[in-house]
């Protein structure tokens, strides 16, 4: 009926070009970094460059002062660092089952606010089992858990409706079970170790056990019966149909006059609301009888019962001497219901309270009924028993603002197609949420673009949702999300944690160099050389080191950070400055006395940046003093300290390097004052931590 983008492929195509792939929240925090580092060095290079000529300071050494001011106040390690911190991040994830595709959603997954999950396989086991038909007025109890075709039924009476005879119709329960079986495409197949396996969709396989377990053989009845059309299922019509052919009326023997001289019997499953909304007539003790309004109003009480307990529903009827899927599918003859269990994951239910108790909103969408929905979420402590479900055919009649305010308050969603995710996701982001969205088919790729977070099934997702997610889980399992957005916050936490010590080295080696012309020194403090080697290696070795800090105790009980959040937000910004200011005020004093003193003044500035900048490194290690913290939690950190310490000596004492980098060998009395006034900043450090968790606690009392 059309070609190209007027497919339904083409549509799909069409939602994922147009679908915004949203920026992750690292993304837009570093490029806030950029325009304050740029604006601030531009700032601070004037004010420099006019007071030092003010003071009548030579043009060319106030050039030579701006240019290293210019070099210092860029981390030029710093995109290095987070890469390697990302990869790192990544690295750990996959091995926990969650395999990232784009670096930044690493840390992105740290700042998810909202996780929106399909419901089957994902919280669920996606292991149908058929539990109960009714059929008459007959409740049937099916026993023998899993895939293994073998098991017995029990019947029960169930109250008989209005104008109704009690009992069942003989063959009616066969009939039942094999136009489950007719109206599928899953198969069993047997393993070599005697076991089971179902192939096809979870849910028809259930019906093929169902059936089995009644000795009827689903090979035996394809081929007896053999499928001449089809309706295949679709979300919008939520029913699938086949016309099979029944020659010798042996199928439609339990219709009796119904389907006198039809070879042709129609099938249909599907949704109880839908396929009872259809039907005209029913299978009850007395043979096929007309089905009245009230007879139907009990039928979908039946289906809603089976629902509320937590079973998926599916209602199947016929239709004799209906020949072609051409014509309108009605007056069909309801065969009763089946009602499948799929239990939950016996780890989702954890999962959800952390994700409650890290500030995150999981929140259900699924294709199954509104009851069964409800009392999923219900059972893994997502929604309690009367929270509200929004069906998919209300969400098609709000208007954009109206789908804001439900998303803002509902949980759990119903009866929804994959066409509808796109809009919830839209919604969500237009509230100021930073969502993760979970996704297996063609029609989930849109959504899987939009969300800041795109998670695609490892195991039943399409390529093409695989394509367009950022994060593939290996498992198919929520608990993993919540893994891997702990990991995200991981990560988060350390690029803050090096973020603080880098740019707060960075801001006190500006302040140096910055005040050497104000105060009457000629020349620059540092080489442009020598401050590439502290951005490059005395600041980048050790911040590798913190990207592989382990996680802080309680890192899954904080709110998530705000969607807008500055990287300088939650104090850095504050530390950044007052470290800075505080590391600048020792290394000045120090210099003002080499300088003055006669001493290699230069070169012990810049051996006292380095050595302060390791001790700078390990206090960044933790808000808690030191003393309270593992010191061989983080190896490498000590390893980054130790390495870097020893490649600053090489830069004074192994003359090639120290002709290169321009640096005198320091006597022992003047390298032993540039560790001294090095570890006062160390001892700062600490002091104001104590000084920090006494107030804490002092206030925590009060």
Same mark, same amino acid.
Request: aromatic content about 6%; hydrophobic content about 45%; glycine content about 10%.
């Given at each position: 009926?059309?070609?190209?983008?007027?497919?339904?492929?083409? #549509?799909?195509?069409?939602?994922i070009?147009?679908?915004?792939?949203?920026?992750?929240?690292?993304?837009?925090?570093?490029?806030?970094?950029?325009n304050?580092?740029?604006? !601030?060095?531009?700032?601070?290079?004037?004010?420099?460059?006019?007071?030092?000529?003010?003071?009548? #300071?030579?043009?060319?050494?106030?050039?030579?002062?701006?240019?290293?001011?210019?070099?210092?106040?860029?981390?030029?390690?710093?995109?290095?660092?987070?890469?390697?911190?990302?990869?790192?991040?990544?690295?750990?994830m996959?091995?926990?089952?969650?395999?990232?595709?784009?670096?930044?959603?690493v840390? +992105?997954?740290?700042s998810?606010?909202?996780?929106?999950?399909?419901?089957?396989?994902?919280?669920?086991?996606?292991?149908?089992?058929?539990?109960?038909?009714?059929?008459?007025?007959?409740?049937?109890?099916?026993?023998?858990?899993?895939?293994? /075709?073998?098991?017995?039924?029990t019947?029960?009476?169930?109250?008989v409706?209005?104008?109704?005879?009690? $009992?069942?119709?003989?063959?009616?329960? %066969?009939?039942?079970?094999s136009?489950?079986?007719?109206?599928?495409?899953?198969?069993?197949?047997?393993?070599?170790?005697g076991?089971?396996d179902?192939?096809?969709?979870p849910?028809?396989?259930?019906?093929?056990? +169902?059936? $089995?377990?009644?000795?009827?053989?689903?090979?035996?009845?394809?081929?007896r019966y053999?499928r001449?059309?089809?309706?295949?299922?679709?979300?919008?019509?939520?029913?699938?149909?086949?016309?099979?052919?029944?020659?010798?009326?042996?199928?439609?023997a339990?219709?009796?006059?119904?389907?006198?001289?039809?070879?042709?019997?129609?099938?249909?499953?599907?949704?109880?609301?839908v396929?009872?909304?259809?039907c005209?007539?029913?299978?009850?003790?007395?043979?096929?009888?007309?089905?009245?309004?009230?007879?139907?109003?009990?039928?979908? %009480?039946?289906?809603r019962?089976?629902?509320?307990? $937590?079973?998926?529903?599916?209602?199947?009827?016929?239709?004799?001497?209906?020949?072609?899927?051409?014509?309108?599918?009605?007056?069909?003859?309801?065969?009763?219901?089946?009602?499948?269990?799929? /239990?939950?994951r016996p780890?989702?239910?954890?999962?959800?309270?952390?994700?409650?108790?890290?500030?995150?909103?999981?929140?259900?969408?699924t294709?199954?009924?509104?009851?069964?929905?409800?009392a999923?979420?219900?059972?893994?402590?997502?929604?309690d028993?009367?929270?509200?479900?929004?069906?998919?055919?209300?969400?098609?009649?709000?208007?954009?603002?109206?789908? #804001?305010?439900?998303?803002?308050?509902?949980?759990?969603?119903?009866?929804?197609?994959?066409?509808?995710?796109?809009?919830?996701?839209?919604?969500?982001?237009?509230?100021?949420?930073?969502?993760?969205?979970?996704? %297996?088919?063609?029609?989930?790729?849109?959504?899987?673009?939009?969300?800041?977070?795109?998670?695609?099934?490892?195991?039943?997702?399409?390529?093409?949702?695989?394509?367009?997610?950022?994060?593939?889980?290996?498992d198919?399992?929520?608990?993993?999300?919540?893994?891997?957005v702990?990991?995200?916050?991981?990560?988060?936490?350390?690029?803050?944690?090096f973020?603080?010590?880098?740019?707060?080295?960075?801001?006190?080696?500006?302040?140096?160099?910055?005040?050497?012309?104000?105060?009457?020194?000629?020349g !620059?403090?540092l080489?442009?050389?020598?401050?590439?080697?502290?951005?490059?290696?005395?600041?980048?070795?050790?911040?590798?080191?913190?990207?592989?800090?382990? $996680?802080?105790?309680?890192?899954?009980?904080?709110?998530?950070?705000e969607?807008?959040?500055?990287?300088?937000a939650?104090?850095?910004?504050s530390?950044?400055?007052?470290?800075?200011?505080?590391?600048?005020?020792?290394?000045?004093?120090?210099?003002?006395?080499?300088?003055?003193?006669?001493?290699p003044?230069?070169?012990?500035?810049?051996?006292?940046?380095?050595?302060?900048?390791?001790?700078h490194?390990?206090?960044?290690r933790?808000?808690?003093?030191?003393?309270?913290?593992?010191?061989?939690?983080?190896?490498w950190?000590?390893?980054?300290?130790?390495?870097?310490?020893?490649?600053?000596?090489?830069?004074?004492?192994? /003359?090639v390097?120290?002709?290169?980098?321009?640096?005198?060998?320091?006597?022992?009395q003047?390298?032993?004052?540039?560790?001294?006034?090095?570890?006062?900043?160390?001892?700062?450090?600490?002091?104001?931590?104590?000084?920090r968790?006494?107030?804490?606690?002092?206030?925590?009392?009060?």
């Amino acid at each position: 009926t059309a070609t190209g983008m007027g497919t339904e492929l083409g #549509q799909i195509a069409e939602l994922i070009n147009t679908a915004g792939g949203e920026t992750t929240p690292l993304q837009e925090r570093l490029d806030g970094l950029a325009n304050v580092l740029v604006v !601030s060095a531009l700032v601070l290079v004037a004010l420099v460059v006019f007071g030092g000529w003010l003071l009548g #300071q030579p043009l060319l050494g106030l050039l030579e002062v701006a240019l290293s001011m210019a070099v210092a106040i860029v981390p030029e390690g710093l995109p290095a660092v987070i890469t390697v911190t990302l990869a790192i991040g990544t690295q750990r994830m996959v091995q926990r089952a969650a395999l990232i595709r784009r670096l930044p959603a690493v840390e +992105a997954l740290g700042s998810v606010t909202v996780i929106c999950t399909d419901k089957t396989g994902t919280l669920t086991l996606n292991r149908q089992v058929v539990e109960e038909l009714r059929c008459g007025s007959q409740s049937i109890a099916v026993s023998g858990q899993g895939y293994n /075709p073998h098991g017995s039924f029990t019947a029960a009476e169930l109250p008989v409706p209005e104008g109704a005879a009690a $009992g069942i119709t003989p063959g009616a329960r %066969d009939l039942l079970l094999s136009a489950g079986v007719l109206c599928s495409d899953a198969e069993l197949k047997k393993a070599e170790d005697g076991s089971w396996d179902v192939l096809g969709d979870p849910t028809e396989g259930a019906l093929v056990v +169902a059936a $089995g377990k009644a000795k009827l053989d689903g090979f035996a009845l394809r081929s007896r019966y053999e499928r001449t059309a089809e309706i295949p299922f679709n979300s919008e019509r939520q029913l699938m149909a086949v016309w099979v052919q029944d020659r010798e009326g042996t199928l439609q023997a339990p219709l009796g006059d119904v389907a006198a001289g039809s070879s042709i019997l129609a099938i249909s499953k599907g949704a109880p609301e839908v396929i009872i909304g259809s039907c005209d007539r029913w299978i009850s003790g007395s043979g096929v009888s007309a089905l009245s309004d009230p007879q139907k109003q009990w039928w979908a %009480d039946q289906a809603r019962d089976l629902a509320a307990s $937590g079973l998926r529903v599916l209602a199947f009827a016929c239709a004799p001497h209906h020949h072609s899927p051409e014509l309108e599918l009605d007056h069909l003859v309801l065969l009763g219901l089946m009602a499948q269990l799929d /239990p939950a994951r016996p780890e989702v239910a954890q999962a959800v309270s952390r994700c409650r108790e890290a500030g995150i909103r999981p929140v259900m969408i699924t294709g199954d009924h509104p009851l069964t929905a409800r009392a999923i979420g219900q059972g893994i402590g997502l929604v309690d028993g009367d929270a509200e479900v929004v069906l998919g055919r209300e969400l098609e009649q709000f208007n954009d603002i109206q789908l #804001q305010e439900a998303v803002s308050r509902c949980s759990v969603y119903a009866r929804v197609p994959p066409e509808q995710k796109l809009r919830i996701v839209k919604a969500l982001q237009a509230n100021g949420q930073v969502v993760a969205m979970t996704g %297996d088919g063609v029609n989930d790729a849109p959504a899987l673009k939009q969300a800041h977070i795109g998670v695609a099934m490892g195991i039943t997702g399409t390529e093409v949702s695989k394509e367009a997610s950022d994060m593939v889980l290996l498992d198919d399992n929520f608990a993993t999300i919540v893994n891997a957005v702990e990991e995200g916050r991981l990560v988060y936490a350390n690029i803050r944690r090096f973020v603080k010590y880098i740019l707060g080295s960075n801001v006190g080696e500006l302040i140096t160099i910055a005040s050497a012309p104000l105060l009457g020194l000629v020349g !620059s403090p540092l080489s442009p050389l020598q401050i590439l080697w502290m951005n490059l290696v005395t600041d980048g070795v050790p911040a590798l080191a913190l990207a592989l800090e382990p $996680g802080e105790e309680g890192l899954m009980q904080r709110p998530p950070a705000e969607p807008g959040e500055s990287i300088f937000a939650r104090g850095i910004g504050s530390y950044i400055l007052r470290i800075g200011v505080v590391f600048a005020a020792i290394t000045i004093v120090l210099m003002v006395y080499a300088f003055r003193s006669g001493a290699p003044w230069q070169t012990m500035v810049f051996t006292t940046l380095c050595l302060a900048q390791m001790g700078h490194a390990l206090a960044a290690r933790s808000d808690l003093p030191l003393v309270q913290v593992n010191p061989f939690s983080n190896p490498w950190l000590i390893g980054a300290v130790v390495l870097t310490s020893a490649l600053q000596m090489a830069l004074l004492y192994v /003359p090639v390097l120290s002709n290169f980098f321009e640096t005198t060998p320091l006597s022992l009395q003047d390298l032993a004052i540039c560790v001294g006034f090095s570890f006062l900043f160390f001892l700062y450090l600490e002091l104001e931590k104590v000084w920090r968790l006494w107030r804490r606690r002092a206030h925590a009392d009060a």
